[in-house]
């Protein structure tokens, strides 16, 4: 049966001006953006591209390059000798070397799924308190739903060297492969009619690289000190949310108590990082990161762990006004500024809680390693729980 509506110049401009509408939130089906944050192409949705660029590379945790276990070389013997602690720590750093020529090779695996922005579902997001204003035509439109999925699956592969019996290097290389989507529903408020887009993007590529020095300070019966020197360069394509796109040096000091034995089957001993995250283009972007740890060894062959990492941004992840379109009171006609979304500029500081451990899988040379981090509050882009899993081999 034909509609017997008649198709007039007043429905085709309706119809076209809600396509103007979801272009300008997400691309039209079918297009294709050559990176994630070009998906973000239209003034009013840029600066939620630009805020998941600038935030995820950071989102993405990076394990310690601390092996699992140590040596140190008996001159009697002339042997190198095992100690007798084995590492349960994945993500804090232990101020004890490897020792001299040891090599450490590592493989993790972990899954990011980007789940929240301030605590709110990031596939759920949706704004429809006050009509935006479409910067191009004037019309007014809302967001019943503007749904973004971030899943990132992270293998990283680390190399740790004894320099020296007191000098560590590493070199940590991750390789990523992101999934995006987006989907959006737009409303225009005059019209009442609807139009929904969704994109759904891959990536693979490397992450940023991260070069590693740790250098003993202290050794003695109080405990250890080191000196450590992050070193993170931009290989990531910060725009499809794999790295930060600046180069970022971290002064860093590591920690750790004596270990203290309780029988002869469970040893404790604690661990605390801290140090500066400088951002080599703007200091003012820079973060403080610090941790503390604890480990429980189990007859020298197993090791759980509980640490509690934080990352103290120095600013807010945007400028005043970043976020602010243009919006109209229905019931007055007033127009103002106001964030698209609801999203806030304030310093996303991150807290999580870490939990895993080591267990010596072959001859004190092959070890394997589990994880999760959970996330303790909801500032800014986070995941849910990260699970990490891996192997290592010392030589």
Same mark, same amino acid.
């Given at each position: 049966?034909?509609?017997?509506?008649?198709? *007039?110049?007043?429905?085709?401009?309706?119809?076209?001006?809600?396509?103007?509408?979801?272009?300008?939130?997400?691309?039209?089906?079918?297009?294709?953006?050559?990176?994630?944050?070009?998906?973000?192409?239209?003034?009013?949705?840029?600066?939620?591209?630009?805020?998941?660029?600038? @935030?995820?590379?950071?989102?993405?945790?990076?394990?310690?390059?601390?092996? *699992?276990?140590?040596?140190?070389?008996? #001159?009697? @013997?002339?042997?190198?000798?095992?100690?007798?602690?084995?590492?349960?720590?994945?993500?804090?750093?232990?101020?004890?070397?490897?020792?001299?020529? #040891?090599?450490?090779?590592?493989?993790?695996?972990?899954?990011?799924?980007?789940?929240?922005?301030?605590?709110?579902?990031?596939?759920?997001?949706?704004?429809?308190?006050?009509?935006?204003?479409?910067?191009?035509?004037? $019309?007014?439109?809302?967001?019943?739903?503007?749904?973004?999925?971030?899943?990132?699956?992270?293998?990283?592969?680390?190399?740790?060297?004894?320099?020296?019996?007191?000098?560590?290097?590493?070199?940590?290389?991750?390789?990523?492969?992101?999934?995006?989507?987006?989907?959006?529903?737009?409303?225009?408020?005059?019209?009442?009619?609807?139009?929904?887009?969704?994109?759904?993007?891959? #990536?693979?590529?490397?992450?940023?690289?991260?070069?590693?020095? #740790?250098?003993?300070?202290?050794?003695?019966?109080?405990?250890?000190?080191?000196?450590?020197?992050?070193?993170?360069?931009?290989?990531?394509?910060?725009?499809?949310?794999?790295?930060?796109?600046?180069?970022?040096?971290?002064?860093?000091?590591?920690?750790?108590? =004596?270990?203290?034995?309780?029988?002869?089957?469970?040893?404790?001993?604690?661990?605390?990082? *801290?140090?500066?995250?400088?951002?080599?283009?703007?200091?003012?972007?820079?973060?403080?990161?610090?941790?503390?740890?604890?480990?429980?060894?189990?007859?020298?062959?197993?090791?759980?762990?509980?640490?509690?990492?934080?990352?103290?941004?120095?600013?807010?992840?945007?400028? =005043?006004?970043?976020?602010?379109?243009?919006?109209?009171?229905?019931?007055?006609?007033? $127009?103002?500024?106001? =964030?698209?979304?609801?999203?806030?500029?304030?310093?996303?500081?991150?807290?999580?809680?870490?939990?895993?451990? $080591?267990?010596?899988?072959?001859?004190?040379?092959?070890?394997?390693?589990?994880?999760?981090?959970?996330?303790?509050? $909801?500032?800014?882009?986070?995941?849910?729980?990260?699970?990490?899993?891996?192997?290592?081999?010392?030589?």
């Amino acid at each position: 049966m034909e509609d017997p509506r008649p198709e *007039g110049p007043g429905v085709r401009r309706g119809a076209t001006a809600i396509a103007v509408l979801a272009a300008a939130c997400a691309s039209v089906p079918g297009a294709r953006a050559e990176s994630f944050r070009e998906i973000f192409q239209r003034p009013i949705t840029r600066p939620v591209g630009d805020a998941l660029a600038d @935030s995820i590379g950071h989102a993405l945790p990076i394990t310690a390059a601390s092996a *699992g276990v140590t040596f140190w070389f008996d #001159k009697e @013997s002339h042997a190198w000798q095992r100690e007798t602690d084995l590492l349960g720590q994945l993500y804090l750093e232990r101020p004890r070397p490897l020792g001299r020529g #040891k090599l450490n090779l590592s493989v993790s695996y972990q899954w990011v799924r980007i789940d929240t922005v301030d605590g709110r579902d990031l596939d759920r997001l949706s704004d429809t308190r006050f009509p935006i204003v479409d910067p191009d035509n004037g $019309r007014l439109f809302t967001l019943p739903r503007f749904g973004l999925d971030l899943d990132t699956h992270q293998v990283t592969t680390s190399i740790t060297y004894g320099a020296t019996d007191d000098l560590d290097l590493n070199l940590t290389i991750p390789v990523l492969y992101s999934r995006f989507a987006v989907n959006a529903i737009l409303r225009d408020v005059a019209s009442g009619q609807e139009q929904r887009s969704h994109v759904d993007s891959t #990536k693979l590529g490397a992450g940023d690289i991260f070069l590693r020095a #740790k250098y003993r300070l202290v050794h003695g019966p109080w405990g250890d000190l080191a000196a450590g020197l992050v070193l993170r360069a931009p290989a990531g394509n910060q725009n499809n949310f794999q790295g930060t796109g600046t180069w970022e040096p971290a002064p860093m000091l590591y920690a750790a108590t =004596p270990s203290l034995s309780l029988g002869r089957r469970v040893r404790l001993q604690a661990y605390a990082n *801290g140090g500066v995250e400088l951002n080599g283009d703007d200091v003012e972007r820079s973060a403080g990161r610090f941790g503390l740890g604890l480990d429980c060894a189990i007859l020298e062959r197993f090791t759980v762990a509980v640490a509690f990492l934080g990352r103290e941004p120095f600013q807010g992840i945007a400028p =005043p006004g970043f976020f602010d379109v243009a919006r109209v009171d229905p019931s007055t006609g007033r $127009r103002f500024m106001a =964030p698209v979304l609801g999203l806030e500029r304030d310093r996303a500081s991150a807290y999580d809680l870490s939990l895993g451990g $080591r267990v010596n899988l072959w001859h004190d040379t092959v070890f394997g390693f589990a994880n999760v981090i959970l996330p303790l509050n $909801r500032d800014g882009f986070r995941s849910d729980v990260i699970p990490l899993v891996g192997f290592e081999a010392a030589f």
